[in-house]
Antibody, heavy 118, light 110 residues
Framework: EVQLVESGGGLIQPGGSLRLSCAAS????????INWVRQAPGKGLEWISY????????YYADSVKGRFTISRDNAQNSLYLQMNSLRDEDTAVYYC???????????WGQGTLVTVSS | QSALTQPASVSGSPGQSITISCTGT?????????VSWYQQHPGKAPTLMIY???KRPSGVSNRFSGSKSGNTASLTISGLQAEDEADYYC??????????FGSGTKVSVL
């Protein structure tokens, strides 16, 4: 069974840093691209970052470019999101999502909540 | 990349059919046959309902179908059931961005 489990969320002050993790199981992690997608409270889904299977291609949404860094450890079946210079508007549930057929986000984790507030 | 445009809400009675539109541009929906649709119940993660515009993953009811015309993709739910009440999001692959989501549609079963 494909599973993605996010962790690392919590309450952080504006300007602070946080590192999210996504642990994968039930599939060959090293051959799949993965994304981070977030959802602010009561709002829609927002794609924020993509990393290819070998980390050779990495993309960011303009809203997080220069502040967030995506990375992965294929030996540990894990994906990461380093978030720096956090702002109030970064408050959201953060999901990791696998890229399947047709560039579809076919499996999602349950999400981890990040709250940026003083 | 701007969000794709969806109606904020759509409603229908049990057994009826409803259609949710997803309007983009010639740079996203119009350029790629790579639109997917996601269902999200309150407090839950999104789940895939349609991919590559018209295909259903294993396990998804055949009451859900997708289509596309020009810059607009559509999701139709036929034989509406109470369990279909949820938020629905379209998503288009756009290359190097590489994804843009729709604004979301709340489906209500009357």
């Amino acid at each position: 069974e494909v599973q993605l489990v996010e962790s690392g969320g919590g309450l952080i002050q504006p300007g602070g840093s946080l590192r999210l993790s996504c642990a994968a199981s039930g599939f060959t992690f090293s051959i799949y691209s993965i994304n981070w997608v977030r959802q602010a409270p009561g709002k829609g889904l927002e794609w924020i970052s993509y990393i290819s299977s070998s980390s050779s291609a990495i993309y960011y949404a303009d809203s997080v470019k220069g502040r967030f860094t995506i990375s992965r450890d294929n030996a540990q079946n894990s994906l990461y999101l380093q978030m720096n210079s956090l702002r109030d508007e970064d408050t959201a549930v953060y999901y990791c999502a696998r890229v399947g057929l047709g560039y579809t986000l076919d499996y999602w984790g349950q999400g981890t909540l990040v709250t940026v507030s003083s | 990349q701007s969000a794709l445009t969806q109606p904020a809400s759509v409603s229908g009675s049990p057994g009826q059919s409803i259609t949710i539109s997803c309007t983009g541009t010639s740079s996203d929906v119009g350029s790629y046959n790579l639109v997917s649709w996601y269902q999200q119940h309150p407090g839950k993660a999104p789940t895939l309902m349609i991919y590559e515009g018209t295909k259903r993953p294993s396990g998804v009811s055949n009451r859900f179908s997708g289509s596309k015309s020009g810059n607009t993709a559509s999701l139709t739910i036929s034989g509406l059931q109470a369990e279909d009440e949820a938020d629905y999001y379209c998503c288009s692959y756009v290359g190097t961005s590489p994804y843009v989501f729709g604004s979301g549609t709340k489906v209500s079963v009357l």
